[in-house]
């Protein structure tokens, strides 16, 4: 890893040939990193020391935004060599994000094989498993013996993503069996691979959702899983560092999501105009949300001036039930994200929130009781009762919604993360206030007549 002295000792070199020999001797991922954090002006100049194949491995390292900068800034033949050389699926991430009219360019300069393989990897759905594998795997058919085996692996797949595991194919081209590179040199050379290959394959179609494909490699410890299409045909694999991006995007999307951030896929250092254009439209719903939590206050601000110390304690029962509602909440999308439940456990889940709201409300409405009887004045004391009963009720209501919104969401297949904190937060603060002044409206009434 590049340090923070690393980083001081390369802008401190003033030899453009040093730094040439510096940067070729880091590993592409600091060097993609420098190149981050050097300033726009600066950028095309350092990539521009990287030899070929180095400056191909830091290319794939770079955030989209970077890519795109090069790519204005670098001549075309350059341009070209760099995109002709990535692999198929990271060459597709990144024409993901440019502009249609410099995609239709590079594609056309492309070779043949590779425009193929790009333009099938595109053809899928974004978010599915052949959106995000790769055409470079290693397969043998079912008839060879494990001294052709190897044979064919030296000769042609030495530059494929991995070769640890090599998939079986009949004369179809259909998945029939897998085998790992450890069978292959551990067998003897005259063995069928028919006879040492496995044919419980755990695989994945082209329409599998991305976040199962992640999920089926880490049930089963693999470290690439092979994409079939719906003839079962084998058509790409994905790997582990695939899954380690596809987890961290969906953790990422969920977490953002959770937050009210349009789209999940907002970076700590987008622009400013990215991060404005990915807040403020949640943020101006909100304000509209709030417009009916507050129509339900606004009919009983003659009970509030009766009994002043309501505006001390409806922001404290407020904000508790919704923290509470947040709890559920977030436990519950990050349980179905990972795959740890599924909405045939909701009543498991629900029945373990209840319980645990129970004890939750027991102790807020016995905190809030004991505040609101510090703060009302002596006539009014009877509040601090209609506060901690509505407490109580509310944080019970909070964690069953957190709960239920979710897995209703996932059961029918829409992302559970849509049930944003601040949307589930404001229903229960309308909820809340409109139950709580109610109550104290009917108090009120009770406590004049008598």
Known sequence: MLTQEGRVALADI?????????????????????????????????FRLLKKDPAIDVFEYLPPEVQEELINSLHDNQVVQIVE???????????????????????????ASERQATARILGYPEGTAGRVMTTEYVWLREGLTVGEALSKIRLSDEDKETIYYAYVTDNNRKLVRVV???????????????????????????????EEVAQLMKRYDLIAVPVVDREDRLVGIITIDDVVDILEEEATEDIQKLAGVSGGDEAALSPPHVTLRKRLPWLLANIGLYIGAASAIAPFQGVISVVPVLAVIMPILSNTSGNVAIQALSVTVRGLGVGE??????????????????????????????????????????VALVAAMVMAVNVIVAATLGTLLP???????????????????????????LTFLSLISVALRVVDHN
């Open 14 to 46: 003033g030899d453009l040939n040093q730094l040439k020999s510096e940067l070729n001797g880091l590993p592409a991922v600091d060097v993609g990193d420098y190149i981050v954090e050097l300033p726009p002006e600066k950028r095309a100049i350092a």
């Open 180 to 210: 790992s590179l450890r069978q292959l040199l551990f067998s003897i050379p005259d063995a069928l691979i028919r006879d040492i290959a496995s044919d419980r394959v755990v695989k994945a179609t082209t329409e599998t959702p991305q």
């Open 407 to 433: 897995m209703g969401l996932k059961r029918v297949n829409l992302d559970p993360a849509l049930i944003s904190g601040p949307l589930l937060t404001t229903m229960l603060d309308a909820v809340g206030f």
């Open 85 to 111: 050389a990535m692999r198929p699926d990271d060459r597709a991430e990144l024409f993901d994000e440019l502009p249609a009219g410099v995609v239709r360019r590079l594609l056309q300069q492309l070779s």
């Open 341 to 382: 439940v599924t909405p045939e456990d909701t009543l498991k889940i629900l029945r373990k929130e209840i319980l645990a709201g129970l004890g939750t409300a027991l102790a807020l409405s016995f905190a809030l009781g004991i505040l609101s009887l510090i703060w009302s004045p002596p006539n009014n004391r009877w």
